[in-house]
């Protein structure tokens, strides 16, 4: 954006903004943005006519604060005629018989020509103590006021190339602060991303054993309504056969054996009775499921009863003949792993 286009865009009327750019010489924003203030209550020129000769004259040098003593001194000097001056310069006065000839600042002891210039060292410096001095400021020469000129500038130059430096670590200093919030952010979003994935794991496990847990209450209120069917068959058959009832809730249990009785294969066995150890210790835990159930069944059953069970990672083994399933095993019915009828697992 331009410094026309900046101006108009705080409110500035357009012919003062043109004014300000060509009295300034479009020497920037900020001295189009002074001329402006200073000359708000003056009427606008005609800018198609040339502007007066004061304005197209030596521009002022831009300085610090602290040379601006100087400065004001040395452009006084350049408009100044070599005399003393008119009005503006040191009120005369007599020391002695003496004629004043200049203004002396008793706490620093610089001497101004006149007392513009003394006013203006006396705000910027806080100073309030001043008397008339004898001693004439001399007026510079031409070579005298170049010199003075140059060394203005170098130390300018000297005073942006260490403020360039300055912002040049300020610049390093908030990058290195940028990064390392970016890394702090960083890391704080991978550590919820993990409590994340912590938690969603956590949450699936519950929902498999509930799961687990689901399907072996199922499976037990089949075993259960499988034993009451059976119990009222076995009424029915006594009534028929005259024979004794059997007391509610008591079955004959199927006697347990290593060996297949004789003429009926380990295969032809309907159910299996399992009893479960932990290998942790505690009571068994007794169960009867059909012959072509699969060890995976049996681990449900196991983690229905359990929560600390995984269905995932529980196995099993057998002491008698010793034996260990593997993952593998669990798709095999209890048939094919020879379970039949009865058998003995531990599970870890």
């Known amino acids: ?37 200073e000359h708000e209550s003056d009427p606008v020129p005609d800018l198609s006519a040339p502007l007066p000769a004061s304005s ?15 400065a004001e001194a ?15 310069d040191a009120a005369g006065g007599s020391a002695g ?9 008793q706490q ?39 010199e003075r000129l140059e060394e203005l500038r170098q130390k300018m ?57 689901a399907k072996a209450a199922i499976k037990a209120q089949i075993e259960a309504d499988k034993k009451a069917r059976a119990e009222k068959a076995a009424r029915e058959k006594a009534l028929r056969d005259g024979t004794a009832l059997p007391e509610p809730g008591v079955s004959t249990p199927a006697p347990v054996t290593r060996s297949a009785a004789p003429g009926v294969s380990g ?7 399992l009893q479960i150890r932990l290998a942790s210790g505690g009571q068994p835990y007794t169960t009867t499921l059909p012959s072509d159930s699969t060890l995976t069944d049996v681990a449900e059953y196991l983690a229905g009863q359990v929560l ?11 002491h008698f003949p010793r034996k260990q399933f593997t993952r593998s095993d669990f798709s095999k019915t209890l048939k094919d792993l020879g379970l039949t009828p009865s058998a003995v697992l531990i599970a870890s």
Not at 181 to 187: N, R, S, V
């Open 308 to 318: 600390q069970v995984d269905v995932e990672t529980v196995s099993f083994a057998q």
């Open 97 to 105: 018989g003496e004629e004043a000839r200049s203004i002396k600042c």
């Open 74 to 88: 040395l452009k006084a000097a350049l408009k100044l005629s070599q005399g003393s001056g008119s009005g503006g």
């Open 157 to 213: 130059a000297e005073k942006r190339a260490k403020k360039a430096v300055e912002d040049a670590k300020e610049n390093k200093a908030n990058e290195a602060l940028r990064r390392k919030a970016g890394k702090d952010i960083g890391a704080a979003r991978e550590e919820l991303k993990a409590k994340e994935l912590v938690k969603e794991a956590e949450q699936k496990r519950r929902e498999k054993l509930e799961d687990a847990k």
């Open 1 to 37: 954006m331009s410094d026309k286009d900046q101006l108009l865009a705080m409110g500035f009327d357009p012919k003062r903004v043109e004014w300000a750019l060509k009295a300034t010489q479009n020497r920037g924003l900020q001295p189009a943005m002074d001329h402006i203030l």
């Open 56 to 70: 197209s004259g030596p521009q002022p040098i831009a300085v610090d604060d602290e040379d601006e003593d100087e």
């Open 108 to 146: 620093c002891g610089k001497i101004f020509k006149n007392t513009a210039l003394a006013n203006f060292h006396a705000e910027k410096s806080g100073h309030d103590q001043f008397e008339e001095s004898t001693e004439e400021i001399k007026p510079l020469t031409e070579e005298e006021k170049k």
């Open 267 to 273: 295969k032809d066995y309907k159910e299996t009775r």
